[in-house]
Structures are given as C-alpha cells and as structure tokens.
C-alpha cells in the first residue's frame, strides 16, 4: 500500500537530547513537509522539501533542522535549541494540491 | 489578523443531526480549499478538495466555497458517531506556491 510511514509513534526525550523523527514514503512524491500541531494553534510549517537535496524554512525552523538525501525519505531533528518540544509532529507529501499527511509522532520531553 | 479563522468548537451535536463548519479568510489570493478529518492521535485525511467558487458534494458531505465573502463551509448531513473528529480547513495560492495555511481545527462529537 502508498503512504508515508513516520516513526516513532511515541518518543520520549530528555532535555538537551537532540532526537530524530523519521518519515519515508512510498508515494513517489516530489514534495514533503513537517509539521507541528499544538491545541489550539493548529498546524504549523516547520521545513519543506520539493525536491532531493533541496529544502526551505517554514514559518517555525527554529531549533529543527532537516535533510533530503533520498526522494523518499525527510528525517526531521528537534535539537536542544528547540526551546518547546513537546508537541505532535506531521509529516506529510503532495504532489499537485492536497497533501498526505502520515500518522503523525508524538515528542514528549520530559 | 490571522490568515484562516475557525471556530474551535466544541461542537456537539446528535446523531442524525446536519453539522455545518465554517472558516473565514483573509487572503483573496487563495485558490484551492480544502477540508481534512483528523482523529485523535492520528494524521489529517482529507475530505474535500475545491478549487471555485460554489458547492461540491460527495455523499454525506458537502464542500462550499464563497470566494466573494472569503468564506468556506462543509456541511456533513445524516452526521453519525463516526464522524466525531477534529475538522481542517486549509487553503493556498494557486501557481508555483505550494504552502497551504491551515485552521485551527473544530473539535466535532456526535453524540449516539
């Protein structure tokens, strides 16, 4: 089956960790994206990628950074700059208007 | 000002019952509307997807957009438990620009 695959689900983090989420897709997708949702705020845009080894800041890069080596995979890390970590990260990929989004990683920094 | 306005709810109504969730914006640029389903703890799916002015039905759900009044609605009728989920609304520039801007999201329950 198509989709995008994030991992983990769930991840629990000290403070001053960096981790990395990671996403991959099967869906031939030239485009994927990070977001964070938090309540209340909806969803935010973290970093963009519309092709290999090209990515661009979304309106809340601070403390992420991101790579694109392989079209199918976006690994997202949250490093110990990021001062609010805790919150449900999406990660999606589009190829004309809607996006996909996959099921989503829950960062709990403790 | 924000970009995109939804009303947070909660909304709750019963079973059977015609749901109506409404976004405004501000940005008169915006081309493609669109309305994702997320249930709790999972991603976004997506519902409906418009590009003009006007109603686009797909079984129980109808998609409305009215780009003069810079206002989209999706009306769900027959609404059942199933349909219990936080509702998206999501919009962007047409052309070259990707980036969509999102709701805040409405926290739906139907109640059996």
């Known amino acids: 089956d198509g989709g995008i695959t994030q991992s983990p689900k769930y991840l629990f983090r000290k403070e001053g960790q960096n981790v990395t989420l990671s996403c991959e897709q099967n869906?031939?997708?030239?485009?994927m994206y990070w977001y964070r949702q938090d309540p209340g705020q909806g969803l935010r845009l973290i970093y963009y990628?519309?092709?290999?080894?090209?990515?661009q800041k979304g309106d809340i890069a601070e403390g992420y950074s991101v790579s694109r080596e392989k079209k199918e995979s976006f690994p997202l890390t949250v490093t110990s700059a990021q001062k609010n970590p805790t919150a449900f990260y999406l990660c999606?990929?589009?190829?004309?208007?809607?996006?996909?989004f996959g099921e989503g990683s829950r960062l709990t920094v403790l | 000002q924000k970009e995109v306005e939804q009303d947070p709810g909660p909304l709750s109504v019963p079973e059977g019952a015609i749901v109506s969730l409404n976004c405004t914006y501000s940005?008169?640029?915006?081309?493609?509307f669109m309305w994702y389903r997320q249930y709790s703890r999972k991603g976004p799916e997506l519902l409906m997807y418009?590009?003009?002015?006007g109603n686009k039905e797909d079984g129980r759900f109808t998609a409305q957009v009215d780009k003069s009044s810079k206002y989209i609605s999706l009306f769900i009728r027959d609404s059942q438990p199933s349909d219990s989920a936080t509702y998206l609304c999501?919009?962007?520039?047409?052309?070259?620009?990707?980036?969509?801007?999102f709701g805040t999201g409405t926290l739906l329950a139907v109640q059996p």
């Open positions: 869906l031939n997708h030239d485009a």
């Open positions: 999606a990929s589009r190829v004309t208007g809607e996006l996909f």
């Open positions: 990628s519309q092709i290999v080894n090209d990515f």
């Open positions: 999501a919009m962007s520039l047409g052309g070259a620009t990707n980036k969509l801007i």
């Open positions: 940005n008169s640029a915006f081309q493609y």
């Open positions: 418009t590009y003009s002015s």
